[in-house]
């Protein structure tokens, strides 16, 4: 697919505009579906040694913070191998922390109160600890919230994660990152670091116009945190995952609990929220998953609007570039507003199951009617009432005349039925609550 020549107008506008206001020496944008990038472009210099250069796809930029998403994935991966839990804390899982009551999931949605550095000046003197020196001086620093208080955004308590991916591989986090994502993906062009190809950083003096160049720092320990350079093509691979992981990656029902809201970073207004590992940012109805990054000379985006199957990745050669997350959100609406991915095609189903002919129609529970189908094979609810974009409740069976809600209303309830002596359905309880082929009120009996 193509996008048509206003659609990409539109969007080069929204970079350059973007680039002028931020004055940003290098920008490479695109725009993410299926796995690959639908457009693309580059403004300004990847190096202003070859000014007539601008960043392409294939330009590594520090993507800093970007690096946790990775590492919040290889712990859901070590979850569902079952080598540790999200209660589990950090003291069982790192023997040498002495401070109780850390759990991981407060770790990865960054409720555990931790301050938000290792011990010391790091971003000042710019030397950061190893990896001995990360876990012995965790013991010193403040537990500044208590858990679950309010977010606050803590790359120590990241590093330490990645720590946790370490011992339980028992190799360094850099190596199960490649083993884990980056070569079952074929990220190749994603590394600890410059490795190749890539985009000068800088940073651009707030009353003058002559870009002063950023080197790139060594974080050691904290790399799990903010260590990874990547490129706009291999995001575009990384956002495919976060749309639709493959399930020998790891699973589409642990990528969709990474999604849920954990806690609300903007409190004000609603419009921010973390979940494991993932920023939710929402955009009028859309809800758009991802991350954002800042390194000396960096600032980076990558958002997926999971539904929609569309994202937008933007990388910038600037330490100070603006709201970065609403650059990529705005290229991200245009395209899903003017040029929408396709839905699949209707498929009709090819059996109704002979336990689930006499449950189709309409059951009524609380005085409200519940419309039961049979789509695919598999028994649905849906109330006449519920919006277009709420999903309906799927069941699946657990043993005869007992299903457990997987999705939409009542998820994880059981849904039991109750028969007469001629096998024909008389009432349900859905969640305990009494479903009937006809309104009746509390207390009353079918």
Known sequence: MTLRDDTSRRLHRIVLDRQRDGRIPGVFAGVLRDGG?????????????????????????????????????????????????????????????????????????????????????????????????????????????????????????????????????????????????????????????????????????????????????????????????????????????VADPPPEVLSPDTLEEMCQPQIMIDRERWTAAMGLGFFLHRSGTRTYVGHTGGMPGHITALFTDREARTGAVVLTSSGTTPDITGFALALADHVTDQEPALPEPWRPGTSVPDELRDLVGVWWTEGSPFEFSVRQGRLEARAPSLPRHKPSSRFEQLEPDVFRTVAGREEGELLRVTRDADGVPTKLSWATYLCTRAPLAFGERP
Not at 50 to 68: C, M, R, V, Y
Not at 90 to 112: F, K, M, N, Y
């Open 37 to 241: 990038l639908l457009w693309q472009d580059g403004v300004g210099s990847a190096s202003l040694d070859d000014p007539g250069t601008p960043p392409d796809e294939d330009h590594q930029f520090l993507i800093a913070s970007n690096t946790k998403t990775f590492t919040a994935a290889m712990v859901m991966q070590l979850r569902d191998e079952g080598r540790l839990s999200l209660d589990d804390t950090l003291d069982v899982l790192v023997p040498e922390v002495a401070r109780p009551g850390l759990t991981i999931r407060q770790c990865l949605s960054h409720v555990s109160g931790m301050q938000r550095e290792p011990l010391g000046d790091v971003w000042e003197e710019l030397v950061f600890p190893d990896r001995a020196q990360l876990v012995e001086e965790f013991n010193q620093v403040e537990r500044v919230h208590p858990p679950h208080r309010l977010w606050h955004y803590s790359n120590l308590a990241y590093s330490m994660l990645g720590e946790v991916v370490a011992r339980l591989d028992a190799r360094e986090w850099a190596e199960s990152l490649r083993v884990r994502l980056l070569e079952p993906l074929e990220m190749r062009r994603t590394t600890v670091g410059f490795d190749g190809r890539h985009a000068d950083g800088y940073f651009v003096p707030p009353y003058t116009d002559v870009p002063v160049h950023q080197p790139a720092n060594d974080l050691r320990a904290m790399d799990p945190c903010g260590g990874l350079a990547s490129t706009g093509a291999d995001l575009a691979k990384w956002s495919a995952f």
